[in-house]
């Protein structure tokens, strides 16, 4: 199944349709993870865009909180709308509202991953300098995204067979 879904996508690239990595619906998994790719950015950017703001000019150093939960549900909202209408278009769930609650559970389960790999970077890693935050956020991110991706793609949207 995998091998055909990458076959697929080298044969787009031989062709050079790069359109069809873009445009259409797929079940292809290494397409449905490109584009995976962007929704994750797009989300992430409206995450933190969201969170400078709430915490800039709305609840300042005090509700640091407050900001950066209501900034996750924006990302996750922007997730769902955009990866429901672009990547993935058949659920198992036939319910909305429960198709929503289980992908945003599945997100948090990727916070919490974060969450705990960039303490447990703290926690093992004696120099505690930037750069090493910075290793440690690009590890817990990664990881994270694998989560979401995969996790979402095969509880809430692979095929029932």
């Known amino acids: 199944m995998a091998d055909n879904s990458f076959k697929e996508v080298m044969q787009l690239l031989r062709e050079r349709k790069f359109g069809k990595l873009f445009v259409g619906d797929t079940d292809n998994t290494f397409i449905q993870f490109f584009r995976y790719v ?3 950015g797009l989300a992430t950017v409206v995450d933190w865009g969201v969170s400078y703001i709430l915490f ?8 640091a909180v407050a900001a950066n939960s209501l900034s996750f549900v924006a990302g996750l909202i922007v997730n769902y709308l955009i990866s ?7 659920s198992n769930v036939k319910s909305k509202l429960a198709e929503f609650l289980g992908f945003a559970a599945i997100g948090l389960v990727g916070l919490f991953l974060t969450m705990g790999i960039t ?7 004696a120099d505690k300098t930037s750069a090493f935050q910075m290793i440690a956020k690009i590890v817990s991110t990664a990881a994270s995204f694998f989560w979401n991706f995969f996790a979402r793609k095969i509880l809430l949207y692979s095929k029932k067979k």
């Open 56 to 63: 800039r000019f709305v609840f300042h150093e005090n509700y």
């Open 119 to 125: 303490k447990a970077f703290e926690f093992w890693l």
């Open 84 to 90: 429901t209408f672009w990547i993935f278009k058949n």
């Open 38 to 40: 962007f929704v994750g």
